[in-house]
Structures are given as C-alpha cells and as structure tokens.
C-alpha cells in the first residue's frame, strides 16, 4: 500500500476538485509534486497550470480560492480528490460554479449550458 501519490509514475497527477458541502465536481487539474506539498503546507489549493508551466495557486487572480477540507488518492495513487471549500462562489475560469457546466443530451447531442455565470471573466482577469 502507498502512502501518497505517487509522482514518481507521473510528474503531473490528475486532481478532481469536489465541493465538500454539496458534492458537486467543480473541475479537474493537475499537481505535481511542488504543487501537492504547497496545498498541504498551507491549505490552500495549488496545482500546477499544463499552458503556463508554472505553479498556479487557485484564486491567484480572481480571488476564487479552494481551501482543502480533505484529500484522497486513488488505488493506483495516480489521481487525487481534493474535498474543497470553494470561495467566492465560482471555480470556472468562465465565471461559473463548476467547469462542468456544458451538458450534452445523449441522443440528440444538443449542448445546454446549465447553471448561471456568477462572475464576469473580462472584469475580473483583466490583462494589462
């Protein structure tokens, strides 16, 4: 059995984000070792961004933090659940609740955008 993730197979490990009140996925990213000892050191969720390549600490920019409540590995320990108290209200970099927030109808393979925006993303990451 293992005791942790194991970032020896993989230097980037899978990382479902869970609201620990609702149960509700909020979205998927990635850690890697730097990443995973940070959100245990201070709390506070960080994982490690593919497109920057870079450490990215979640709610660096929109103030959209995720504090951990509870972290679980998986069987192979090559993904991660992180249980998450999701501040502000949005972990979507698109301004929603969750970044599941495209539903596709099975059989008629119609997309419907579910849930409401709760912040606008050109006010919030404004690039300069």
């Not at 609702?22 to 070792?33: E, I, P, S």
Request: glycine share 8%; charged share 25%.
């Amino acid at each position: 059995m293992s005791d942790g993730p194991n970032f020896d197979k993989h230097d980037l490990i899978p990382v479902i984000a869970q609201d620990d009140a609702t149960g509700d996925v909020l979205m998927l990213a990635y850690m890697n070792a730097e990443a995973y000892a940070e959100t245990l050191r201070t709390g506070r969720v960080c994982y490690y961004s593919r497109s920057r390549q870079k450490l990215w600490r979640k709610g660096e920019e929109s103030g959209n933090v995720q504090i951990l409540k509870s972290l679980y590995f998986d069987c192979d320990a090559d993904t991660l659940l992180a249980k998450v108290e999701q501040i502000g209200g949005a972990a979507c970099h698109e301004g929603f609740k969750s970044c599941f927030f495209r539903q596709i109808d099975p059989a008629t393979q119609n997309v419907t955008t579910i849930g409401e925006r709760v912040f606008d993303p050109k006010a919030v990451y404004k690039k300069s």
